[in-house]
């Protein structure tokens, strides 16, 4: 400590030689560089300071103190991406981690994302000027917009954070509900109305309540370009704007309705909330994972298989599977086949809850056996925590994840969940660059600003934008008491 008091009194006397001089006196490598990079920042010398912080994260790679420092000179040099990379990964975030987050959403032109977080730093702090800073912001970016978000209720995986977020700069109402008198209150006071899902809901307000002046948007998820009774039955010249999450659900709805073609449409991807999930540099282990609900689509029986030729291998290979029962004739027949092949220690089925990050945590596989999915957001997750992703080569697993993590056979999981090629920062990078929910967010606000200049129901805009993030694609609910408006 005394040793750190006077580095410190050197940098107050700008003394910066003598300071690197008895930084070398630190003995733990990761203090060092730490300290030396700190140096190097006060010196101006940004390039330097990155490269001791970049060797400090080489030794530690989430280190809190090291991943601010080194995101902080990012943001000095403009490399604000790269700033909100390193804070994200900061796992207890500090009301200066907020705020600094704040600050890179800023710099993106993401100012929603950027309020989200100065709201947090404020509400961490209690300090006056964070407070005094976001209603400034705030004030700046402001719409005013009253926009009505429409959902049936166990529908609603995915909105809640959109919805949150957007509050910032819109006035926003999500409406989870099959209550018909709240329905048309909100949608009479809204001047954006946001139908989750081309499901029955969307059909019952686009049929019986009257379009005006207000935009209407309607997100596709993916079950719903199957249904051609609910693609024939909505009234799609009273919606403005379709939200595909995916361009195979999009080539699917166009084929179910060509109509659909002619309308303005956009892509915008389920993002993962990254700042949730806690990374690490992890390893290769016995414990694999899947978190879904149980049911044919997530096929189970071939995880089953897998785990069956890996106990061959070590008695001590585990699935761990997260999720729901939707099928009991499913559960019942894989009850009985793991008895039969006495895997049922190896087979552990554990109810679904909201501690996604914290089941993931000693956890080293996380094994995908579906065979459809939108794009998998638990798998997401599930990188953005470090862990290593096996993902069986369902329809169209090549648009969204690379050669290296998917496979075909029995034989191909086994020799990836055994191999020792394991790099937890790469899966983490590929969920920052291509699934994150600043992403998704960016995309909406660019998309809401798009629609404002849209001249009619049916104008084809030449420009279409593409969200990097990711995409999930759901199972109908039990929707039956859906009540019509």
């Known amino acids: 400590m005394e040793l750190i008091y006077q580095i410190n009194q050197l940098l107050v006397e700008r003394n910066f030689s003598k300071a690197r001089e008895l930084a070398q006196n630190v003995e733990k490598e990761v203090d060092k560089y730490n300290l030396l990079g700190i140096i190097f920042y006060y010196e101006s010398k940004l390039d330097d300071a990155l490269e001791m912080f970049k060797k400090a994260l080489e030794i530690d790679p989430v280190h809190p103190d090291v991943l601010f ?29 907020w705020d600094m987050l704040g600050d890179t959403q800023l710099k993106l032109n993401n100012p929603a994302m950027a309020l989200h977080y100065y709201k947090k730093a404020y509400e961490s702090s209690n300090i006056p000027e964070l407070k005094e800073k976001y209603e400034h912001i705030r004030r700046q970016h402001y719409k005013g917009e009253k926009l009505a978000i429409f959902c049936l209720p166990g ?24 209550d018909s008198n709240e329905i048309v209150q909100a949608y009479n006071w ?3 109305v946001w139908l989750e899902w081309a499901n029955e809901m969307a059909v019952e307000i686009t049929n019986k309540l009257p379009k005006g002046d207000k935009k209407v948007l309607c997100r596709l998820h993916g079950y719903e370009a199957l249904r051609t009774d609910f693609l024939t039955s909505l009234k799609w010249e009273n919606v403005d704007a379709l939200l595909f999450v995916a361009k195979h659900v ?28 806690q990374f690490k540099n992890r390893h290769p282990g016995t414990n694999l994972v899947f978190v879904g609900n149980f049911n044919y689509k997530k096929n189970p029986v071939l995880a089953i298989q897998i785990l069956l030729k890996l106990t061959k291998e070590s008695p001590h290979y585990k699935l761990y599977w997260k999720g729901v029962v939707q099928d009991q004739r499913l559960k019942e027949y894989t009850d009985h086949l793991l008895g039969e092949l006495n895997l049922k220690e190896n087979f552990i089925l554990d109810k679904f809850g909201k501690d996604v990050d914290q089941y993931l945590e000693d956890k080293n596989i996380f094994l995908s056996t579906s065979i459809h999915e939108g794009y998998g957001v638990a798998i997401l997750e599930a990188m953005a925590k470090g862990l ?7 329809f169209v697993a090549k648009e969204f994840y690379p050669q290296e993590f998917l496979f075909s056979t029995v034989d191909e999981a086994i020799a990836m969940i055994t191999s020792d090629n394991y790099d937890s920062e790469k899966y983490r990078k590929f969920v920052e660059e291509t699934a994150s929910l600043e992403k998704q967010i960016a995309s909406i606000l660019e998309i809401l600003n798009e629609i404002e200049t849209v001249g009619t129901k049916n104008n084809i805009l030449s420009k ?22």
Do not use: C
Request: glycine residues 2%.
């Open 69 to 97: 420092n080194y995101s902080k000179a990012l943001f000095e040099k403009g490399e604000y991406f790269e700033s909100w990379r390193y804070l994200t990964r900061i796992s207890d975030k500090t009301w200066e981690v």
């Open 155 to 178: 529908l609603d995986n995915f909105i809640h954070d959109i919805a949150n977020i957007l509050s910032h700069i819109y006035e926003v109402k999500l409406v989870v509900t099959t």
């Open 190 to 192: 809204a001047d954006i």
């Open 250 to 277: 999009q080539k699917t709805a166009h084929m179910n309705n060509p109509n659909l073609s002619k309308k303005t449409s956009f892509f915008v991807y389920n993002g993962v909330n990254i700042s949730s999930f």
């Open 388 to 394: 290593k992703p096996i993902i069986h080569n369902f």
């Open 464 to 485: 279409r934008v593409e969200s990097q993030s990711s995409s999930i694609s759901e199972e109908k609910r039990n929707n039956s008491n859906w009540e019509e408006l």
